[in-house]
């Protein structure tokens, strides 16, 4: 079994140590990051299973236990000589001593040393690699590969991703024992050496299983408290929006009907009062439609309707729907020309809705410039699918905010809402429109500068492409 207790000094890894990649940990997210890298690398590094899920789980202890500390940094690197080993170090300027449970527990599944200083420390852990797979080059050079990218990752898909790791660990471990039952079975008869052999092996696979089992059951609980969080808040998004849309429409009919040139004369007083009880209205049943939509969604109750796209009449009509909403004589919207667009096939009212919560969005922050829509063929020859890129000049959004602008309700605070109405739940919605679709949308951004969101949809009328499990997608949101 790998491991052992936590010990100070040099690493029992024999050679010189080859830097392959480094990275920064400075957020929970990063750490999920950290935990499907390590298991992508030991995977590609060919070690089996249960090592993998050692590795990636030891990682993770130790990245969450060190998080917020100063200059936090993890490296991976390779050594050479006759027994090879993967070497990942966490450095760090200053802040709290490891916690020795968290030392304890990374002991149990890998070997690690550790030193703390006043100004500075490191824990080093180290995994042994198998004799039969790749070597020298072609090893660090599959390695650097691996981990030149590696997609942020949610808590809810770090606990999803843990839970099939350890899962698929205790099927594997118990075709072992089963396995070995059935062989003792077969030969207790005859040698009797066998039988000790077996309970010697039973004991010790106990032995390993048993902090496994414990961090399988609290995943399981956490998963299930997310499941019903989930479930609670999509009721009550459900039933509140039912509940306003009734009266608010009427504020709305009616205040229309004030407004109307038949209506009995208004002061100006009055025309003023009337206006903004009709903007107040309208700008509350926006908020109430999409909560609902979004409920719909998450609740499994939007069905998609694949169905061939024109994109070209498709890019006509959002020109003019938007073209007649927003009074920018300031900002440019550049869409694609009448030439021939590529084929899609998908459901063109989720298209729609995605698009056009994109483009108002970024028309909403743009003050000067362009907006720009840009349609093409993915080049990634995999699968078909269709690239929709939109491109603003406006406010951009700072780095330390990006990964918060998909959480539903959250806006990012500046001078720039001043006089611009919202709800936080535009690139939620369209982000989950686009995972019901099978694709899904990426941002980038510079405060200053301006934005770029890019949607991938596949073409759902290829054979080669795989309809999206709607309810699944639901589900899991």
Known sequence: MPGGAPSAGRSPAAGPVDTVASFALSSAQDVFGLRRRAQQAAAALELDRQDQVRLATALSEVGRDRLGCRELEVSFG??????????????????????????????????????????AGRVVITQPLPADGPQGAARRSRLAELLKGGARSTEAD???????????????????????RRLNEE???????????????????????????????????????????SEAKTRFWTNISHELRTPVNSVVGLSALLLAPGSPPLTDEQQEQAELIASSGRTL??????????????????????????????????????????????VTLVTPGPEDQPALVTDETLLV????????????????????????????????????????????????????????????????????????????????????????????????????????????????????????ACRDR
């Open 78 to 119: 390779l050594t050479s000589g006759p027994r090879s080993s993967l070497l990942v170090t966490f450095s760090w300027a200053g802040g709290p001593s490891p916690a020795q449970d968290t030392l304890d527990l990374a002991a149990k599944l890998v070997h690690v040393d550790h030193e703390t200083g006043p100004a």
């Open 187 to 229: 030969l207790e008869e005859t040698n009797r050496g066998v039988l000790a052999l077996y309970s010697e092996l039973t004991l010790e696979l106990e032995t390993t299983n048993s902090g496994v089992l414990a961090l399988h059951s609290e995943l399981e609980e956490k998963r299930h408290q997310l499941q019903e969080a």
């Open 353 to 472: 809705r995605i698009l056009r919560n994109l483009l108002s969005n970024a028309l909403k922050f743009t003050e000067r410039g362009e907006v720009r829509l840009d349609i093409a063929a993915d080049p990634e020859p995999s699968a078909p699918a269709v690239l929709f890129t939109v491109t603003d000049t406006g406010v951009g959004i700072p780095a330390e905010e990006i990964d918060r602008v998909f959480e539903a309700f959250y806006q990012v605070r500046g001078p720039h809402r001043s006089g611009r109405s919202g709800t936080g739940l535009g690139l939620p919605y369209a982000r989950t429109l686009a995972e019901l679709l099978g694709g899904s949308l990426t941002l980038t951004s510079t405060a200053g500068v301006g934005t770029r969101v890019q949607v991938r949809l596949p073409d759902l009328g290829s054979a080669r492409t795989k309809e999206p499990d709607v309810e699944g």
């Open 158 to 180: 770090d606990l999803r991703a843990q839970t099939r790791d350890l899962i698929a660990t205790l099927e594997e471990t118990r075709a072992q024992r089963e396995e070995l």
């Open 285 to 330: 049943l926006s908020l109430v439609s999409d909560l609902l939509d979004v409920a719909k969604a998450e609740a499994g109750h939007l069905v998609i309707h694949p169905e061939p796209v024109d994109l070209r009449l498709l890019v006509a009509h959002l020109s003019g729907l938007l073209l007649s909403g927003h009074g920018h004589g300031q």
